[in-house]
């Protein structure tokens, strides 16, 4: 078998860097959307568009162990 020269050893790496990263991009798809099957089960309604994101954001910024500590610390919100 030949040796491969530089040119063609560059083409096949980034042929395989391209396949790396859509192979990341359809596993991340797949992990946003088995993330967004579980909303569909929870009251969202309940809380503004803006509040939702702005939960979601700070749960991501800090950590979802920290996120979920500090929530459940919180007392429950009284229902009128």
Do not use: N
């Not at 391209?18 to 309940?46: F, H, N, S």
């Amino acid at each position: 078998m030949p040796k491969k020269t530089e040119r063609e050893r560059l083409a096949d790496l980034e042929a395989r860097q391209r396949m790396m990263a859509e192979e990341v991009e359809k596993t991340r798809r797949a992990l946003r959307g088995k993330y967004a099957e579980i909303v569909t089960d929870l009251p969202v309604e309940d809380l503004t568009e803006r509040e939702f994101r702005d939960l979601l954001a700070a749960a991501i910024r800090c950590g979802g162990a920290a996120a979920v500590t500090a929530l459940r610390a919180l007392p429950e919100a009284s229902v009128s």
